[in-house]
């Protein structure tokens, strides 16, 4: 790197007679630097394009959708989801949830770094300024006429110096450094987005979960009645051993699901706890009591796809990645050219402490330099090199995050819609079972039919109606999945992440 360094170095004396020459000459290479620190090198960022469908292919006349009686619909999405679930308990946790988090913090945390590192990257922009004192002794013991030369420096005083941002490259840092910010700000919505779907799917497992374990408590309540009822029916002769093992195989079998189902509702409240930042056993006590399943509302608003454009943060983030990703070519191109900089000094210097305040003892040096890299073995172009892959990279990054999100939309929306038509069907098998343990029942009684038509039909309901509560289940997951899918519930967030 070739350098030129400009400087004065004058006592106050000489000053009083050149200043005004030297002033003008600095103020024009300083004026002139001001000009050209209008430009700034590097490619501007402009918003990539991306091109979708007006409609969700699963909305369309012929899609998925057709026919549910809980359909999703075009109309936006609102901007609080998980009310329309109409459950107080739900919309309680998710407001602790997302006050109390440890992910939700961590990543507030991260978005106060990146603007501390941007107040680093920004503070380039502006003048160094550092005070300093120093006091030396010195002694020459061969001086002329063989005496002990020593004597004493006292020097105390600023230093100044400032390098014009000609080319950019601090501006295009600071830009970077903005949308690092800005992407930091779309992951604590992600990890909101996130937060607000898993408190919703484990608090609606634990209320499944609940459900399934009353059902099968009822239906082995019934089972227990029949084995009951067939152990008198063989007292009386009429029944067989045959008859009676198998009720007891049925009804151990039902009584050893429930261990399951309570495992499971349990881990669920543990699931809670740790989401609220908790510990996992400090909801047991307020969420031990069964409550309904959530029910979905009667319509679903989805949107249409370009909103998800602007909705969904993992988007915007990658958004704010390609252009931080653009704004850092620019600073790497800022290392082929020249740097300017302006470096000055002022303060006192004496021989002896008590007249270090004379004016006399005052010292002032100013001068502009220039720095411009002459050899470097191509670390400079093959830095611009990286930077312009890894803006490449943050573009396809970008694109596929978009039919990663259309995808995602798509997927959620035919679930939950299959999932709609399934649980309307498994609702009509679960009726017929019933129908049909009672009309077993009655003919066992009236002898016209076999023992073992009563267990299977005892066997056929208690399936279709715990297949039905998983369906409730599943439609109520999925109905999350696809809020998650389009990036709701950060707009108004109950937590300012200032």
């Known amino acids: 790197m070739a350098t030129i360094n400009f400087s004065r170095v004058m006592n106050m004396t000489d000053a009083r007679r050149k200043t005004s020459r030297h002033g003008r000459w600095l103020a024009g290479l300083l004026g002139a630097g001001l000009l050209a620190g209008g430009c700034a090198v590097g490619p501007d960022y402009k918003a990539p394009q991306a091109t979708v469908g007006e409609g ?215 699931a809670l706890g740790v989401l609220l930042g908790t510990d996992p056993m400090a909801l047991t006590p307020e969420l031990s009591q069964p409550l309904p399943i959530p029910n979905a509302p009667p319509e679903v608003p989805v949107g249409i796809p370009s909103q998800i454009l602007l909705r969904r943060p993992d988007l915007r983030r990658a958004e704010a990645q390609l252009h931080a990703a653009t704004a850092r070519i620019g600073v790497a191109t800022a290392d082929l050219f020249p740097r300017f900089s302006l470096t000055g000094s002022l303060g006192l210097q004496s021989s002896k402490l008590s007249s270090l305040g004379d004016w006399d003892s005052r010292y002032w040096s100013i001068g502009p330099s220039v720095a411009w890299p002459i050899f470097d073995a191509g670390r400079i172009a093959a830095n611009i090199n990286v930077q312009n892959a890894r803006q490449e990279q943050a573009l396809l990054l970008y694109q596929q995050t978009v039919l990663d999100a259309l995808r995602d939309v798509e997927d959620s929306l035919v679930a939950y819609a299959k999932e709609e038509t399934r649980r309307r069907t498994l609702t009509k098998a679960a009726d017929a079972n019933r129908r049909a343990v009672d009309l077993a029942n009655q003919l066992y009684d009236a002898g016209r039919t076999d023992f073992l038509s009563v267990l299977q039909a005892q ?40």
């Open 56 to 270: 969700w292919g699963e909305l369309g006349p012929s899609g998925a959708v057709d026919g549910p009686a809980t359909r999703p619909s075009a109309q936006p999405l609102p901007v609080r989801w998980w009310t329309t679930f109409n459950d107080p308990t739900l919309n309680d946790l998710i407001a602790r949830a997302a006050r109390s988090n440890l992910d939700l913090r961590r990543a507030t945390a991260r978005i106060r770094e990146s603007r501390a590192s941007r107040e680093v990257t920004q503070a380039d922009i502006f003048p160094n300024v550092d005070v300093g004192g120093s006091y030396n002794r010195s002694r020459n013991r061969f001086a002329p006429g063989g005496g002990d030369d020593a004597h004493d420096q006292y020097k105390a005083g600023f230093d100044a110096s400032w390098e014009v941002d000609v080319f950019g490259g601090v501006r295009r840092g600071v830009e970077a450094a903005n949308a690092d910010i800005a992407a930091a700000v779309e992951d604590r919505r992600d990890v909101l987005v996130s937060l607000l779907a898993e408190v919703a799917r484990n608090y609606i497992e634990l209320r499944g979960s609940q459900r399934r374990i009353t059902i099968a408590q009822e239906n082995l309540a019934a089972q227990q009645k029949t084995l009951d009822l067939t152990k008198n029916l063989l007292a009386a002769g009429v029944a067989t051993d045959l008859d009676v093992a198998r009720a007891e195989a049925q009804v151990s079998t039902t009584e050893s699901q429930i261990p399951l189902l309570q495992s499971s509702a349990r881990q669920s409240i543990h």
């Open 459 to 498: 066997r056929d309901l208690f399936a279709s109606q715990d297949a039905m509560v998983q369906s409730d289940i599943a439609v109520a997951t999925n109905l999350v999945a696809l809020y998650k899918a389009l990036g709701g519930g950060w707009e108004v967030p109950p937590e300012n992440p200032q």
